[in-house]
């Protein structure tokens, strides 16, 4: 018996071995393409401005982009800091405005008839267009950025959440009847872990549509943050620092959409679980 | 049966019939003048064509639909809800993916309230008996269909009910699993001596599981023939061959083929 176990346990080891082996090499194949990519099209792009003598002013070379970044990193980091506070605060305005929303349509029918349509209508409205307005209201700071934040990213939020509570089988729920389960327990237990992938899809998208929220807020009305500046460099035709500063917004964008999916992978170990088995 | 009138019946189906409207206004009759009668421990088998409402008799009998007429009386006394005091296991199996084996198998403990740590505790107790023990910790998706449906089991064993619905539990299974599946279930009834009653579409399940077997008829469904079994216990797979068992095998099969053909009849018509 113990022969067996220790047997059984050495081999358990060693899949493990070759496994974070084949997740390192994994890795490289996902990882390596798109960087060797990214150098190539970067060496071309200097090659071409250097050999036809582009002036920077329209096209920087990659290397003028860099160096510029470099230059003006206290500059680039302190509005950078303004937009990212903007960021986090609209989207988290959005995740809480998203869920509880979509809480309330799944939970009354009646709630859903009546507000649905409207909440695909919101999206209709350009909100870049009603901005402005919002800096009426409430002025220069940092309210007007994080409602227009909101405003663009809680759609797709809401729209997959309710989606996920939908998709509950609606046997399990039965079942869960029959166990005794009252409405709220049947929501937690059922419901409410079902929506959870649908949910982190809402999330993924909304995180790339705060970035581009930001940036709009910013150019309505702002006297700091990298919409803001992009616009002052914008007016002295400074382009390898508009460039600089596109980069670090990208980056931005990146790292929530990572934190976005790093949390999925740890709340959702179950998920991709079963995705890998799908795929073998 | 003798037995079954001396002692108190667990479960009493007194002309329930379930009648709701159709899509075009018409009434629908699903359900007309069901009676079954279980004795405590007995093991009892439903079959008919689809279509035929065992599905929605059983849906009765949980407490998740109101009979439009009848009664159903649990250990001699009507309910005004089912829900909660008879055991479910429809024919998905419904493990949760985002909850282990152990966590899928101790939800109806934990809908009644047992701590996780007690509910933990006694589910470890019978993994071994569902052929589950040392995959407690995997997620449903890493199962094979036969230990899905075992994990399915357990959880409805664990929720402690003395009566249990089974519906069509072995019914996406391939033939040879099913045939394990079926022994297995055997051994673990005659263990702890629920009562059973199991919805199935294959009448050679319900005979060699069976102590009775009702059949049913289609559209509107009702109870038509009710045969005993009284193949000795405990049952081997060899019974499968014996005189006794073909012979019940079709004094089932002709009723039952009979009502599905005049099912087909009449969509055909």
Known sequence: MSAVQTAASTREEASDRRGSAARLRRAAEHVLPPL???????????????????????????????????????????????????????????????????????????????????????????????????????????????????????????????????????ELLNLLKTLGASRWKR??????????????????????????????????????????????????????EMFATIIVLAAIGIALFGLVRLAERLLLPWYHAGRKEDRA | MSGAQETPAKLVVEDVCKRFAGDDGETVVALEGADLRIAPGEFVSIVGPSGCGKSTLFNIVAGLTRPSQGRVLLDGE?????????????????????????????????????????????????????????????????????????????????????????????????????????????????????????????VEEAVYLSDRVYVMSGRPGRVQLCVDVDLPRPRRFEVHSSPEFVALKERLLGPLHEASRRQLEEVVA
Do not use: C
């Not at chain 1, 990212?84 to 305005?93: C, D, F, H, R, T």
């Not at chain 1, 695909?120 to 209201?137: D, G």
């Not at chain 1, 937690?188 to 709009?216: D, M």
């Not at chain 2, 199996?93 to 403990?109: E, F, H, K, Q, S």
């Open chain 2, 78 to 202: 009507e309910h005004a809800s089912l829900l909660g005091r008879v055991g479910y296991m429809p024919q998905k199996d419904l493990l949760m993916p985002w909850r282990t084996v152990l966590d899928n198998v101790t939800l109806g403990l934990e809908m009644g309230g047992v701590s996780r740590r007690d509910a933990r505790e006694l589910a470890s107790a019978e993994l071994g008996r569902f052929g589950l023990r040392g995959f407690e910790k995997r997620w449903p998706s890493n199962l094979s269909g036969g230990m899905r449906q075992r994990a399915a089991l357990l959880r409805t064993f664990l929720a402690g009910r003395e009566l249990m619905l089974l519906d069509e539990p072995f019914g996406a299974l391939d033939a040879l699993t099913r045939q394990t599946m079926q022994e297995w279930l055997l051994d673990v009834w005659a263990a702890d001596r629920k009562t059973i009653l199991f919805i199935t579409h294959d």
């Open chain 1, 36 to 170: 060797l990519f990214l150098l190539v099209v970067l060496v071309l792009w200097q090659l071409g401005v250097k050999v036809s003598g582009t002036d920077e002013a329209t096209l920087p070379a990659p290397t003028d982009v860099f160096s510029a970044m470099w230059d003006n990193r206290s500059l680039l980091a302190d509005n950078a800091w303004v937009t990212v506070k903007e960021i986090l605060i609209g989207y988290a305005a959005a995740i809480v405005l998203g869920v509880g929303l979509a809480v309330l349509l799944a939970s009354s029918l009646l709630a859903e008839r009546a507000m649905y349509p409207w909440l695909v209508v919101s999206q209709m409205v350009p909100i870049p267009a009603i901005a402005p307005i919002l800096v009426i209201w409430t002025g220069f700071d940092i309210r007007p950025k994080v409602i227009v934040i909101a405003l663009v990213s809680f759609f797709p939020i809401a729209v997959n959440t309710l989606d996920g509570l939908k998709s509950t089988e609606p």
């Open chain 1, 187 to 240: 929501f937690r237990t059922a419901q409410l872990p079902s929506a959870l992938p649908f949910l982190f899809s809402g999330l993924k998208v909304g995180a790339a549509l705060s970035v581009i929220g930001a940036v709009f807020a910013e150019w309505v009305g702002a006297d700091a943050g990298l919409g803001y500046l992009i616009l002052t460099l914008n007016n002295q035709v400074a382009t390898s």
